[in-house]
């Protein structure tokens, strides 16, 4: 039976888990946090003190963590992945990364004779516990050989992004550079319409139905109408990710004014308080700039 | 199966010829107007009635609609030498479809009323590919009695007809609103591939990425296979979004509205009009970023 570890087993990595050990994977897992372990251990999986432990005998090792200092954490730290991990081991790195880094990470790990692939995941924790999220990697073609039937276990689908670790970062980076500036033009257009005395549930509703529509605004018009501004994604999350844009934009030296004019929203949003809220609340900066009154909840 | 009535459609740009293809189609005597020969040939072997002027095509019909590309052609279509309304019985309906400053869909529709017509704000929206099927999204202001004349028409172009309201100059607004976004997310869409391939992403799977992710938007996916095939063949022009978001910025103005990311994405459409690309498709936004940016888009050479 092929040995997989799983590195972090949050929201992500648990469903990964899950995933894995249905399609007939041994998995062995780690986590900082005891009930994770717990939950993970019910549902037939390996508990593990370290990442070493988790590593050591697997074929495939997938790293959960949050960010980049954690990644470096379990993979080079004490105790890390590369204490155990035999040569030839796929490393799948699916945290959120600036792009540089996730080059560099690449590089040291294949140094040390093991197979990196630059795994973004994109879908939420139903899509992980499902095994059916989407992963957008970059990575040789031998680490996608030897990732391929753990891949096949957690995703609906892979984009093979190139060779180089980093260009699966710098494609879901697009992703949050999009997703950021049809955030802000949504709360533009929803208080403007609501300025010139349009209905926005209306509003929200047409728009949705035309050629002026997008994921975003399909999300967040509704909200904005309703008045609802509980977050189910945080609008300080928006603050980094087009921080990280932007600097690799400058690294790059490449302008983009969309991209700045929403940051500056999301910057203003943030400071007026608003970063644990939903991104809807982009709309409370427009509103107060022009004296709108927004809709409230009932 | 024959409807009767005769309808003209005056502009045969990408959406009018559409809607005039439609009501073909639906077995009206659709009569299509334009300035182009090439244009009316092509009607004319389509089965249409091809016109030289708005009246001649607005005599005898029951339904007049206006497909040209702002105010000042629309006015002159209607009021102008030769417009529609030298000829149009009173009682006729008459849409205005072009995109134009709420205020003046306001204006348009009192002064048709004054002539006795039954004047019907009615922007469209959903590309050229659902206006040649049929399935416009109609977003539209006007009395009950316009509607009920015009419902034959409106069931042969559109899939979708949204009633903002008895009061023209409604479906404008949202209109505006609409451009406003539309405008905004095809800049985005160039901003976007073009760092892309800055960074060293290949465009065709970038595009398939996005299309799969929560960064997708309608323009992204429609306009997005302009850039990744370097195909700026005009469906829509750099110019129109020059003039849409030049509403949308004069409206917001006039209510101290401030827009930031609309007067963005216009600087970005004027400038891609003033290097010589306004007749291009807008997707050719793209082409700014990519001088910027010093590099080559597909279909360019360096």
Same mark, same amino acid.
Not at chain 1, 119 to 127: E, H, M, R, T, V
Not at chain 1, 144 to 159: N, Q, R, T, W
Not at chain 1, 236 to 260: N, Q
Not at chain 2, 49 to 59: I, K, L, W
């Given at each position: 039976?092929?040995?997989?570890?799983?590195?972090?087993?949050?929201?992500?990595?648990?469903?990964?888990?899950?995933?894995?050990?249905?399609?007939?994977?041994?998995?062995?897992?780690?986590?900082?946090?005891?009930? @994770?372990?717990?939950?993970?251990?019910?549902? *037939? #999986? $390996?508990?593990?003190?370290?990442? =070493? +432990? /988790?590593?050591?005998?697997?074929?495939?090792?997938?790293?959960?963590?949050?960010?980049?200092?954690?990644?470096?954490?379990?993979?080079?730290?004490?105790?890390?992945?590369?204490?155990?991990?035999?040569?030839?081991?796929?490393?799948?790195?699916?945290?959120?990364?600036?792009?540089?880094?996730?080059?560099?990470?690449?590089?040291?790990l294949?140094?040390?004779?093991?197979?990196?692939?630059?795994?973004?995941?994109?879908?939420?924790?139903?899509?992980?516990?499902?095994?059916?999220?989407?992963?957008?990697?970059?990575?040789?073609?031998?680490?996608?050989?030897?990732?391929?039937?753990?891949?096949?276990?957690?995703?609906a689908?892979?984009?093979?992004?190139?060779?180089?670790?980093?260009?699966?970062?710098? @494609?879901?980076?697009?992703n949050?550079?999009? *997703? #950021? $500036?049809?955030?802000?033009?949504? =709360? +533009? /257009?929803?208080?403007?319409?609501?300025?010139?005395?349009?209905?926005?549930?209306?509003?929200?509703?047409?728009?949705?139905?035309?050629?002026?529509?997008?994921?975003?605004?399909?999300?967040?018009?509704?909200?904005?109408?309703?008045?609802?501004?509980?977050?189910?994604?945080?609008?300080?999350?928006?603050?980094?990710?087009l921080?990280?844009?932007?600097?690799?934009?400058?690294?790059?030296?490449?302008?983009?004014?969309?991209?700045?004019?929403?940051?500056?929203?999301?910057?203003?949003?943030?400071?007026?308080?608003?970063?644990?809220?939903?991104?809807?609340?982009?709309?409370?900066?427009?509103?107060?700039?022009?004296?709108?009154?927004?809709?409230?909840?009932? | 199966?024959?409807?009767?009535?005769?309808?003209?459609v005056?502009?045969?740009?990408?959406?009018?010829?559409?809607?005039?293809?439609?009501?073909?189609?639906?077995?009206?005597?659709?009569?299509?107007c334009?300035?182009?020969?090439?244009?009316?040939?092509?009607?004319?072997?389509?089965?249409?009635?091809?016109?030289?002027?708005?009246?001649?095509?607005?005599?005898?019909?029951?339904?007049?609609?206006?497909?040209?590309?702002?105010?000042?052609?629309?006015?002159?279509?209607?009021?102008?030498?030769?417009?529609?309304?030298?000829?149009?019985?009173?009682?006729?309906?008459?849409?205005?479809?072009?995109?134009?400053?709420?205020?003046?869909?306001?204006?348009?529709?009192?002064?048709l009323?004054?002539?006795?017509?039954?004047?019907?704000?009615?922007?469209?929206?959903?590309?050229?590919?659902?206006?040649?099927?049929?399935?416009m999204?109609?977003?539209?202001?006007?009395?009950?009695?316009?509607?009920?004349?015009?419902?034959?028409?409106?069931?042969?172009?559109?899939?979708?007809?949204?009633?903002?309201?008895?009061?023209?100059?409604?479906?404008?607004?949202?209109?505006?609103?609409?451009?406003?976004?539309?405008?905004?997310?095809?800049?985005?869409?160039?901003?976007?591939?073009?760092?892309?391939?800055?960074?060293?992403?290949?465009?065709?799977?970038?595009?398939?990425?996005?299309?799969?992710?929560?960064?997708?938007?309608?323009?992204?996916?429609n306009?997005?296979?302009?850039?990744?095939?370097?195909?700026?063949?005009?469906?829509?022009?750099?110019?129109?979004?020059?003039?849409d978001?030049?509403?949308?910025?004069?409206e917001?103005?006039?209510?101290?509205?401030?827009?930031?990311?609309?007067?963005?994405?216009?600087?970005?459409?004027?400038?891609?009009?003033?290097a010589?690309?306004g007749?291009?498709?807008?997707?050719?936004?793209?082409?700014?970023?990519?001088?910027?940016?010093?590099?080559?888009l597909?279909?360019?050479?360096?």
């Amino acid at each position: 039976m092929p040995v997989a570890a799983v590195i972090g087993l949050g929201i992500m990595g648990g469903g990964a888990a899950a995933s894995l050990k249905r399609a007939g994977f041994t998995v062995r897992g780690c986590d900082v946090s005891g009930p @994770a372990l717990a939950k993970f251990k019910d549902r *037939g #999986g $390996i508990a593990c003190t370290s990442a =070493a +432990e /988790a590593a050591e005998g697997a074929d495939v090792v997938f790293v959960f963590v949050m960010d980049a200092s954690q990644t470096e954490l379990v993979l080079f730290g004490a105790g890390g992945v590369v204490d155990t991990a035999a040569p030839g081991t796929a490393v799948i790195c699916c945290a959120t990364v600036p792009p540089d880094i996730a080059s560099d990470i690449g590089e040291r790990l294949a140094k040390r004779g093991l197979l990196p692939l630059d795994a973004p995941i994109s879908g939420g924790g139903k899509k992980a516990l499902m095994g059916e999220v989407t992963v957008i990697a970059a990575g040789s073609p031998e680490a996608f050989e030897a990732a391929g039937p753990a891949l096949d276990a957690i995703s609906a689908k892979v984009f093979r992004l190139g060779e180089t670790p980093g260009l699966g970062t710098r @494609a879901k980076m697009i992703n949050q550079l999009l *997703g #950021g $500036i049809h955030n802000v033009a949504t =709360a +533009e /257009a929803m208080t403007l319409g609501i300025a010139s005395g349009l209905d926005p549930a209306t509003l929200a509703e047409v728009v949705t139905a035309s050629a002026g529509s997008s994921w975003m605004f399909a999300q967040r018009a509704p909200r904005i109408a309703a008045g609802d501004y509980a977050a189910p994604s945080l609008l300080s999350i928006f603050v980094k990710d087009l921080a990280i844009v932007t600097k690799e934009a400058e690294a790059a030296g490449m302008s983009l004014p969309l991209t700045e004019v929403a940051r500056a929203q999301y910057q203003a949003a943030a400071d007026a308080g608003f970063g644990g809220e939903d991104s809807a609340a982009l709309a409370k900066v427009y509103a107060e700039r022009a004296g709108v009154k927004l809709p409230e909840v009932d | 199966m024959t409807t009767s009535g005769k309808i003209a459609v005056i502009g045969l740009g990408s959406m009018g010829w559409g809607a005039a293809v439609s009501l073909l189609r639906a077995g009206f005597e659709s009569r299509g107007c334009d300035l182009r020969d090439e244009v009316r040939a092509k009607f004319t072997a389509e089965g249409g009635v091809a016109c030289v002027s708005p009246a001649e095509a607005a005599d005898g019909a029951t339904t007049i609609l206006t497909f040209v590309v702002n105010a000042e052609q629309t006015e002159a279509v209607l009021f102008g030498d030769g417009g529609a309304l030298e000829t149009a019985a009173p009682g006729t309906v008459v849409l205005s479809c072009a995109t134009v400053p709420p205020a003046y869909a306001t204006d348009l529709a009192a002064r048709l009323s004054q002539r006795g017509m039954l004047p019907l704000d009615a922007p469209v929206s959903g590309g050229a590919a659902k206006a040649l099927t049929g399935e416009m999204t109609v977003m539209s202001a006007g009395a009950e009695a316009a509607y009920a004349a015009a419902q034959p028409v409106l069931d042969a172009i559109a899939t979708k007809v949204y009633r903002l309201g008895e009061t023209p100059g409604l479906g404008s607004q949202v209109k505006m609103i609409n451009q406003l976004l539309a405008g905004v997310h095809i800049a985005a869409t160039a901003e976007a591939l073009v760092f892309g391939m800055k960074c060293g992403l290949d465009p065709a799977t970038l595009y398939e990425v996005i299309c799969a992710s929560a960064g997708n938007s309608w323009m992204f996916e429609n306009r997005g296979p302009h850039i990744v095939n370097g195909d700026y063949t005009p469906h829509s022009a750099v110019d129109i979004f020059v003039k849409d978001l030049g509403i949308v910025l004069q409206e917001a103005g006039a209510i101290d509205f401030p827009t930031p990311l609309a007067a963005t994405a216009r600087a970005q459409f004027e400038a891609a009009s003033a290097a010589g690309l306004g007749r291009e498709d807008d997707a050719a936004v793209a082409k700014v970023y990519a001088r910027a940016a010093g590099i080559a888009l597909p279909g360019e050479t360096d």
